[in-house]
């Protein structure tokens, strides 16, 4: 794998409401929990329906700055396995999109 798990923010950080942001070899890469809010004092039992969004975008631009017809996504469930299933998506959208940067 390009990108590692132990790269990214744990788990529990993204109940925080904030995104994390990296770049690997021309592609940039988001992860972070939509909605994007801040739950984490809200008990689980109260906060609405949630997933892990991981988007990839071609460089040189920020997410802000992207248009988003070059951003692709994929929502994953707000668990290990999902953060897991998250990364190695990222990971696959590199080799099946962004290689060719290498």
Known sequence: MAIE???FFN???YEYGEAYFGSYKGMRYRLAREPLENVKFVPIDQ?????????????PYS???TDKKLML???FEV???????????IN???????ALYK
Do not use: C, I
Not at 79 to 89: I, L, M, N, Q, R
Not at 92 to 98: S, V
């Open 63 to 65: 997410y802000a700055k």
């Open 47 to 59: 906060r609405g329906p949630a997933t892990l969004m991981a988007t990839v975008w071609p460089e």
């Open 79 to 89: 668990s290990e396995d999902g953060f897991t299933k998250a990364v190695e998506w």
């Open 5 to 7: 798990k132990k790269e």
């Open 11 to 13: 788990l529990m950080h």
């Open 73 to 75: 996504s994929e929502n």
């Open 92 to 98: 696959e959208q590199y080799e099946a999109r962004f």
